[in-house]
Each structure stands twice: as structure tokens, then as C-alpha cells.
């Protein structure tokens, strides 16, 4: 079964990025870990990096299923990027090492890597951005308003890839749609946010 | 360190130059600390001009002892490798930079000016040397984990400035300390955007952009207004 070995390869090498660092990592520490060989991992990935890219499309796969149906499922905004944002938290709970790869590993391992990364970050930007159809006066908003919320987020995301400082992504949701609502809608609708306790 | 060695064992095979004075190669009488002092100028120097060009992954010791023109064995006397040789440079960029956005901040009046005037400060940095810019926001997160720490350090020191202002706001006040570390870590990732895709555009509408996002948790609309006006009269001026 080539997708089942490939998937294990692909575990495989996160949890050992996880661990020591990407640039650290061989294909044979991977082999070793996934219990095959080098002669079949070669024969599923053409190198490591090949590896790597087909993770990180994974990755901005899952993550984006998860993240833009939440935003997709509520009709307005910042009810929709308030569910993204939920979503994105949980997402980031379940798959710690992968966000880690996706985020910190692999960003510098080639510009297809970065490429990746900046495609996801542009969806991100997008949802953050749709704000300007809910604002008053979209000409007043800055144009990179969206990337520096999005900025924003990442960074405390990725102060708290590791454990229990995960959870904390949960809470400081309502933090983070503060932020973002307070440049598109204005003080009183950020003060909102602050007063939503999180669904479910 | 190189203080109490014997300088010549290693004088023999380097030419030193500072400003317009080359020290000559050979044996000379040169203290050993100001040699080093020398060498660590003109290592710091290579070393910003060559990551900023080719990124830290694609520079190595042979690049920057060779660009620098100074010694492997002086090298080695002064850092363990690349990596702390570039952390010496990040380390010092940021402490220039936190310097002279202090010596811009004493000059302003009340914490909302203070911290218009350290961010028109900080962006006038970047655009005055974008290859320092390079070095303190985009190749320190690809020069691996202990660079990030350094990095996450160097941001968490504007914090306690920047939490000043949830004086102003009962909202800001009741956050968690998130909020400056997610405020600093957007401006920067402005920065690092327009950096990492070589154009650094308009510094006025760069500057409106940071003000709006470091203040507006903390101040009512009509202050960013005024602030936001005020910097982009200042940039008119200058």
C-alpha cells in the first residue's frame, strides 16, 4: 500500500523535525523511525524535501478544510472569522508538530516550502481582510492591516506550539478577535468580542 | 577572546583595515584586544553584507573570513562558528537600534507620541540600512532555534513600553501580556513581508499602518486619527 507507507514516512519525518529540527533529520533517520528503508522510501519521495512538500500540502489542505468551513459556515463577518478562528485553535491542538512544520521547519527549506506557506497565509489574510465589506469606511483601513493581524496571530501561535501552552490558544481567541475586529469595525465592536465566550 | 595571547602567532597571514588605516601584515605591536576589536568590526561587517545577500544558509565561515579578510584561526579565537557569529551581529544591530529609538523616544512627550515617534524611528532604521533590516527580522527565524530565542528576546524588550498604554484603555488592561506580544510580533511581520519580497513601498503609508496596529487596542479612534496624521506630516517634512 504506497499512500498507507507514504503516510507514515510523512509522520515519520514531522516527528523526528519535532524533535531535533528539520535541517537535522536524514532519510534514514525517517527509514529507520518508519520502519522501512531507504531503496522504498526513494521509491515513494524523490528526496527529502519532496517529502516535506508533500506534508506541507497536507497540511494547508486539512487546515484549510478546517479553518475556511468554520468561516464559511457563518454568513457574516466577524461571526465568520471568529469560527476560523476557533477552528484554526483546535486545528493547531490536534496537530501541534504539524503546525510546528509548517510554521517554524520547513518555512527556509526551499522556495517551494515558502511558497506554501505564503499561499496559506494568504487565505488567512483574506478572511482577516474580508472585514473591509463590514467596515464603515473601507478606504480608511489601511492595505496591510489584514497582514499585520495575521502577523500578529502567528507570532503568539508560535510561542505556544509546545504542550500545555496550546490550550492557551483557546482562550486567547477572544484576545486575538480583538485585534482583528479593532481596526475594520472600531473600538465598540472589538469591545464585543471580548465579552463572546467560545462555542460549545 | 583574544586578550592576553600573544599576537603574532597569528598576525603573520592578515592584512587589517579600519577607515583608511591598514594595519600591515607581519609582525607589529598592536595590542592584542585592539586587533580583535579590528577583526570583529570587519567580521561583523562582512557578515551583514553577506547573509543579507545570500541568506544565512547559503553563508559560510570560508565566505566571511574571506570577504572580511581575516584568519580562520582569528576567526575561531572570536566564535565558535557561523551561527555565533551571526548572533554577535544580530545582537548588536538590535542594541544599536533599541538605542537610538531610546534616544528618539526622550524627546517625545506622553506615551502615544513616545510610541509614534519609536516607530517612525525604527522604520527610518530599516530604510537607512535594509541589509541590518535583513539580518534582525528575516534571516535570524532561518538561522534556527537558538536565533529564534535571541529573537523572541529582542521583541519581548519593547513589551513593557508598549503595555504602558493600556493605561488608556480598560479594555487593554484586562488582556492577557498576548496582546503586546501579538501587536510587536505584526508590526514586524510587515516589515519582514515587504523585506523578504524586496520592496519596501511608501515609508508614510508603512508608518500609518504600524501606528494604526501597535495603538489602536489601546487609544480611542480619534487619537490614532491624530497620531496617524501627525506622522504622515512629519514624513512630509523631513
Not at chain 2, 534556527?144 to 519593547?158: I, L, N, S, T, W
Request: charged share 25%; with cysteine.
Amino acid at each position: 500500500m504506497p499512500a498507507a507507507r507514504r503516510s507514515e514516512y510523512m509522520e515519520a519525518l514531522v516527528d523526528l523535525a519535532a524533535e531535533r529540527g528539520y535541517d537535522a533529520v536524514g532519510v534514514a533517520d525517517v527509514t529507520e523511525r518508519a520502519g522501512g528503508s531507504v531503496a522504498e522510501f526513494e521509491s515513494l519521495f524523490p528526496s527529502k524535501l519532496a517529502c516535506a512538500v508533500a506534508i506541507l500540502e497536507g497540511i494547508a489542505e486539512s487546515n484549510l478544510r478546517a479553518v475556511r468551513g468554520a468561516f464559511d459556515s457563518e454568513p457574516a463577518w466577524p461571526d465568520s472569522l471568529r469560527a476560523a478562528a476557533y477552528a484554526h485553535a483546535e486545528w493547531i491542538l490536534e496537530n501541534p508538530k504539524k503546525m510546528r512544520f509548517g510554521l517554524l521547519e520547513t518555512v527556509w527549506a526551499s522556495e517551494l516550502t515558502s511558497a506554501l506557506r505564503d499561499h496559506l497565509f494568504g487565505e488567512y489574510v483574506a478572511m482577516v481582510d474580508a472585514g473591509r465589506e463590514a467596515a464603515g469606511d473601507p478606504d480608511s483601513i489601511p492595505a496591510g492591516t489584514a497582514l499585520g493581524v495575521v502577523g500578529a496571530i502567528t507570532g503568539v501561535i508560535t510561542r505556544r506550539l509546545g504542550g500545555e501552552s496550546g490550550r492557551q490558544l483557546v482562550d486567547l481567541v477572544p484576545e486575538m478577535m480583538y485585534l482583528a475586529v479593532r481596526p475594520y469595525l472600531g473600538e465598540e465592536a472589538a469591545r464585543r468580542e471580548l465579552t463572546i465566550p467560545a462555542p460549545g | 577572546m583574544v586578550g592576553g595571547r600573544e599576537p603574532a602567532r597569528y598576525l603573520d597571514t592578515m592584512t587589517i583595515e579600519r577607515d583608511d588605516v591598514i594595519v600591515p601584515t607581519g609582525r607589529h605591536g598592536l595590542p592584542p584586544d585592539v586587533v580583535a576589536d579590528h577583526q570583529r568590526e570587519r567580521l561583523f561587517e562582512a557578515t551583514v553584507e553577506l547573509v543579507a545577500k545570500r541568506g544565512y544558509r547559503d553563508t559560510s565561515v570560508d565566505h566571511i573570513v574571506k570577504s572580511a579578510r581575516v584568519g580562520y584561526v582569528a576567526f575561531y579565537e572570536l566564535y565558535e562558528g557561523k551561527e555565533e557569529c551571526f548572533l554577535a551581529a544580530f545582537d548588536r544591530i538590535v542594541d544599536e537600534g533599541a538605542a537610538a529609538v531610546a534616544t528618539a523616544v526622550a524627546e517625545a512627550d506622553g506615551w502615544p507620541e513616545e510610541m509614534a515617534t519609536g516607530l517612525a524611528c525604527l522604520l527610518d532604521l530599516v530604510v537607512a540600512d535594509t541589509r541590518r533590516a535583513r539580518i534582525a527580522l528575516v534571516e535570524v527565524q532561518a538561522a534556527g532555534p537558538r536565533a529564534y530565542e535571541h529573537y523572541e528576546k529582542a521583541v519581548d524588550r519593547a513589551a513593557p513600553k508598549l503595555g504602558e498604554g493600556r493605561e488608556f484603555s480598560r479594555e487593554a488592561a484586562s488582556l492577557s501580556g498576548a496582546l503586546e506580544e501579538a501587536i510587536l510580533g505584526g508590526i514586524l511581520w510587515i516589515v519582514h513581508q515587504r523585506l523578504v519580497k524586496g520592496e519596501l513601498g511608501d515609508p508614510g503609508s508603512l508608518l500609518e499602518e504600524t501606528i494604526r496596529i501597535a495603538l489602536s487596542p489601546y487609544l480611542g479612534d480619534e487619537e490614532i486619527e491624530r497620531l496617524a496624521a501627525t506622522s504622515r506630516d512629519r514624513l512630509q517634512q523631513s
